[in-house]
């Protein structure tokens, strides 16, 4: 019941976001990785920090409309609970009341965590954070083409 989706294969914000080029580039390895060792050609993705973040200014609305034209769907999220890439490590109850205290006036939610060698408590917390959205009346469903995505708002 899970969907296999994109993020980076460098995760290296100043080359991924040099030009739309260097994007293309860096997804297209990372989509490779994936269809080799899985035989799944991924569909949805997520911009490295975001589709707007300080390093695609300039570039996103291009980046996302050629990303959208080759068949991919973007993600952003709008609920985190981690504070996001080199952030601190929180326990698991804290990562828990970020999410709960999070929810306040979202009927559906795409949330972002993540899962590394400075972060090992995200794994635990999973369960609690299961646990606090279904108490919530939320369901949980995979991330595939069909489901509206969360995008950023984008200034016009």
């Not at 504070?83 to 999410?99: F, M, N």
């Not at 590394?116 to 369960?127: C, I, M, N, Q, Y």
Request: hydrophobic letters at 40%.
């Amino acid at each position: 019941g899970h969907t296999l989706g994109m993020g980076s294969w460098s995760n290296d914000y100043s080359a991924v976001y040099s030009s739309v080029e260097s994007y293309l580039a860096d997804m297209y390895a990372l989509y490779t990785y994936i269809e080799n060792a899985t035989g799944i050609k991924p569909t949805v993705f997520r911009f490295i920090g975001g589709s707007i973040n300080s390093y695609d200014a300039g570039l996103y609305h291009e980046l996302i409309a050629e990303m959208i034209r080759r068949g991919f769907v973007p993600y952003d999220w709008n609920l985190s609970a981690d504070g996001g890439a080199g952030g601190t490590q929180l326990s698991a109850e804290e990562l828990v009341l970020r999410v709960e205290d999070s929810l306040a006036g979202l009927d559906r939610a795409i949330l972002l965590l993540h899962d590394d060698a400075s972060r090992s408590t995200t794994l635990e917390a999973v369960p609690g954070i299961i646990d606090c959205l279904q108490q919530r009346g939320f369901s949980l469903a995979a991330l595939t083409p069909e489901v509206k995505p969360v995008l950023f708002a984008y200034p016009e």
